[in-house]
């Protein structure tokens, strides 16, 4: 019963500092875009809610990467574009343009790479998410 209690009290622990390390990560990321793009205070605080929610999917998506290639990446792509979408969602015109504009650079990257993947003999799937794990994306 003590060991119970003790790693209860373990896991809550972990979760915690789990939190605070992607509270902190999202903080630096929503700093460098209130830069980037000029965010007022209410869209900064909305920014760092969309990192946080982006941070902790992938924390729990993570456990597929090891036992589920496909679902890992499948729900990956959908965390980007959840993410993006809700980004897009609190900008204005003027910031939305720039942000499509930085999309399009990523995404520009991503189909170089990709193609060099699948010339190299990879299946699209394969050279897809290679790419994204390349770029960090």
Known sequence: MKYLIIAVCLLFANLIIGQSDSRAQAASITEKMVGQYSLTIEQAAEMQKI???????????????????????KKRKSNMDGTSFSINKILDNEQRQKYRQGQSV???????????????????????NSALDEIGY
């Open 51 to 73: 990192q946080e929610r982006k941070l902790n999917n992938e924390i729990k998506i993570s456990k597929y990467k090891t036992t589920d290639t496909e679902k890992y990446y």
């Open 106 to 128: 990523i995404r520009k990257q991503l189909a170089d790479i990709t193609t060099a993947k699948v010339k190299q003999g990879m299946q699209h799937s394969q050279a897809y």
